[in-house]
């Protein structure tokens, strides 16, 4: 299986960016962007891949105000939603435990892939049932190893160290898919990407660049 490409451009970016990415990126690059950009990109270029940063734990229509369902999101062309990012389970009191486990099972429902995101402490985050649901929807859920110490930072853990983490994750997990996010750029990608238990990476800040994501996407 090819490995994922995965940007997050997180509350960056603007339409001139879009349609820059629209004209040149390399296809086999997923792009996580904000809500407010991805039907205009996908009305554009309907193979556009897109993910989704986040989705609603409601599911039905609904007096919710703000929120945004799989199901709209699955409707809108988003194949894959992250869900449980650091920065919002820091923020957010809505991205409990409970609560992932509330999205993740919407995206899996509404057909879309849920990039499910981890850090240093995996054990902690992934309750149970998470792990109960994750065992029952492998095919639809990808796991992101991303530490605190190394999102937005320029820190990466060494090799060796990606490897183990993502390799225990995907032993102790019925060999889901793990990613790895946190500071890929287009020089440390390839070491990364080579990594046998590294089925893809998660990118902030460098896949904000077209020539940097597209130069980590030639080594996928
Ligand atoms: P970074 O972000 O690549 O800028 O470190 C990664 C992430 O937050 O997913």
């Known amino acids: 299986m090819n490995k994922l490409i995965v940007g997050n451009w997180k509350m960056n970016g603007t339409l001139e960016l879009v349609d820059e990415f629209l004209e040149g990126l390399n296809n086999n690059v997923i792009v996580g962007l904000p809500i407010i950009f991805i039907a205009y990109a996908k009305s554009k270029n309907p193979n556009f891949q897109i993910a989704a940063q986040d989705c609603s734990i409601f599911n039905d229509f609904g007096a919710h105000t703000g929120e945004v369902s799989a199901k709209m999101l699955s409707e809108s062309g988003c194949k894959y939603v ?102 890929v750029n287009s020089k440390n990608a390839k070491e990364i990407l080579d990594i046998d238990s590294v089925d893809g990476v998660l990118i902030g800040g460098a896949s904000l660049k077209l020539d940097e994501i597209n130069a980590i996407a030639k080594f996928a």
Not at 98 to 114: D, E, F, H, P, R
Not at 124 to 137: G, P, Y
């Open 82 to 183: 992250i869900i449980g990012h650091s920065e919002r389970r820091k923020t957010f009191d809505s991205d409990s435990i409970s609560n992932i486990l509330k999205k993740l099972q919407n995206a899996v429902l509404n057909g879309m892939t849920a990039i499910l995101c981890v850090d240093e402490k995996y054990d902690e985050l992934l309750d149970s049932q998470t792990v109960e649901f994750l065992k029952n929807h492998k095919s639809q859920v990808v796991l992101a190893y991303e530490p605190l110490s190394a999102i937005g930072t320029g820190i990466v853990p060494s090799i060796s160290e990606i490897s183990d983490v993502l390799k225990n994750l995907k032993s102790k997990y019925f060999g889901i898919r793990t990613i790895y996010g946190g500071s």
